[in-house]
Structures are given as C-alpha cells and as structure tokens.
C-alpha cells in the first residue's frame, strides 16, 4: 500500500526499540519504522500496513492512497534537499557565489489559468501567422530595379572630423 506525508522526510516509528542489557541477558528489541522518501512511502508487508492505519498519525500526519492516484500533496511539499551556496576561492579569496536556483510549484488553481491563457494566446498567435501566410503568398509585382544612373547625390561626402587635444601647461 501507499502512504503519502504532507512532509518530505517524515519517520514513522511503529514500535519502539529497546536496549539489550548485558547484566540481566535480555537481548535488544529492534525498532520498526517506516521512512517517506519525498513524502511517499510504499509498504508491502500486511502487518506494517495494519500497523500504519492503526497508527494515531494516519489521516493526520499521512494518508494512505491507492497506487494508482497521484500524490495530493506534491504542491504544498518543499525539496529535502537544502540549497547550496557555492563561493568560488581565486587566490585566496572568495571571487564568485552560485546560489543553487529555487523549484517555483504553482497551486493546480493557477495552473489551470495559466494553461487556458497559454491556449488563448496560442490560437490568437496561430491565427495571425496564418493571416500572414496568406497575404504574403498572394503574388505581387517586384519593384523596379535602379541604377546607379538613377542614383544622385545631394552633398558630398561627410568626412569624419578629428579633434585635437590641448593640454594646458
């Protein structure tokens, strides 16, 4: 079965574990616990899925959801994984600093708006294009070609002036 947490990294202890003691001979109990890996957690064993829906945190903490649906949760869940700051050293001293980028999620509601736009402006972009193509493969007459007869000259050519420095002493 499939658990989804709201957190990334959420453990889930089922059974607590307890210290073996040497003096008396009684040998340590191992833990039992369930760790969601960017907030998902697949359990195949049945008694660790009755442990888990007998678990006060489910429907709190996390939900268990069928295989085939998606994670709920993906919007409002962060990355486990810290941004990195990279400073670059030149000669001993810090010279550049990479900041890793930030992952932007928008909310399903703004998605939606943003693809019906993107739709929008796409069929307004397609119509133009083919207004377009269809005035430009409409024949037209070329223009007449000149030469270099046709060509006058009003002034003369314009030199580029040199300035001068002076420098008082």
Known sequence: MKFVSKSSNLNIILRAGIEGEKLTGRPATPAIFI??????????????VEMMLAHPGCHGDFIPVED?????????????EPQHI?????YGMPSTRLVGKT??????????LV??????????????????????SVPQEAPEKTTDADVQESEAPVEP?????TTKA
Do not use: C, W
């Open 35 to 48: 760790r969601f890996r960017d907030g998902i957690a697949n359990v195949e064993n049945e008694d660790l």
């Open 68 to 80: 085939s649906t998606s994670d709920p949760y993906r919007h409002q869940r962060s990355e486990s």
């Open 86 to 90: 990279i400073t670059e050293m030149a």
């Open 103 to 112: 992952k932007t999620v928008l909310p399903p509601e703004l998605m939606k």
């Open 115 to 136: 693809q019906a736009e993107a739709l929008q402006m796409f069929t307004a972009a397609m119509k133009e294009m083919k207004e377009q193509a269809s005035v430009l």
């Open 161 to 165: 002036s040199v300035t001068k420095k």
